[in-house]
């Protein structure tokens, strides 16, 4: 909305500052900031009553957890409110794939909201059927990316890009949507399964998100993607004004879900943050650098398939327990080691991600 300010430039010269990306970027992580503080305690209050027993707690799960009973999820009502009020605020809504990544957020934000709500009903910790969820969630995927692919030049928006090789690509065709959809559907699972401690997915997903803002400014830019060598995505800087808005919404949410946490993300959060940054990795044509600079949920999501193959193979399991954060809970570390060590895990995978930016 502020973008259109622009138009009055001429009268009002002091309106050419909302032309800029990067003055639009820090105006969203500022009012997605604000707004997770200002409605947050109100928020939570609500959930809390309405909720009653609040988040179902894991009968296996880490004895420490068992205190944590009675808090409210959801959470990532909060941080969605965050968001989309101020990427709408701040965003060229003219730009296909603000769009297209607001739409994946909030569909995967309601799937998510969903099976909160069936596990906070049932106080249960299995929400609605697994099968049916995927489905949603590659249909969501499936449209967002066909149109992605569109409103891109062919044969580039159909292909797939390779980190340190400048001229590295394969043309997909036809199979780009579906593998798209695998990346935006398996990002935002990951991000998911990640979600278990007090902070532990909010801190890495802000830290994906920073990175990607960066990597969208720098894609979307003629000058600076010729001068790193990277593909030029005409339109994807807009992006980062969104990410900017993550990083905002995470920030105030880290303040209520910091130990003992008030309240926690939920499904409702963690799948639509996973699915947003998905989207952008689809978007920039960067979805093998999602895999190196989210490095830590590709390691989550990889120990529970481990542990579930490996069990249904062979009636074993690998891990202590799965998802691997829980693994070294069990190992007696405090949940406040693991989810600072993860975060250190998380910069270190970020640098690297970065790092191909340059090293091509």
Known sequence: MFYYLVDLSEQISVFNVFRYITFRTGGALITSAVIVFLFGPAIIRSLRVRQGKGQPIRA???????????????????????IIVSSLLWANLGNVYVWCVLLVTLAFGTIGFYDDYQKVTKQSDRGF????RLAAEFLIAGIACWVIARAGQQPFSTSLTFPFFKDLIVNLGIMFVPFAAFIVVGAGNAVNLTDGLDGLATVPVMIAAASFAGIAYLSGNA???????????????????LLGAVIGAGLGFLWFNAPPAAIFMGDTGSLALGGLIGTVAVATKHEIVLGIIGGLFVLEALSV????ASFKLTG?????????????EKLGWTESQVVIRFWIIAVILALIGLSTLKLR
């Not at 059927?129 to 049916?132: F, L």
């Not at 398939?305 to 579930?308: F, K, L, M």
């Not at 074993?316 to 070294?328: D, Q, S, T, W, Y």
Request: hydrophobic share 45%; glycine share 12%; charged share 15%.
């Open 60 to 82: 296996d799960g880490p004895q420490t957890h068992f205190k944590k009973a009675g808090t409210p999820t959801m959470g990532g009502l909060m941080i969605l409110s965050g």
């Open 305 to 308: 398939i481990i542990q579930v």
């Open 129 to 132: 059927s697994g099968k049916a």
């Open 223 to 241: 000058v600076f993607a010729d001068y790193l060598q990277i593909h030029f995505v005409p339109g994807t800087g807009e992006l980062a004004v």
């Open 316 to 328: 074993k399991r690998v891990f202590l327990m799965a998802p691997i954060h829980h693994h070294f």
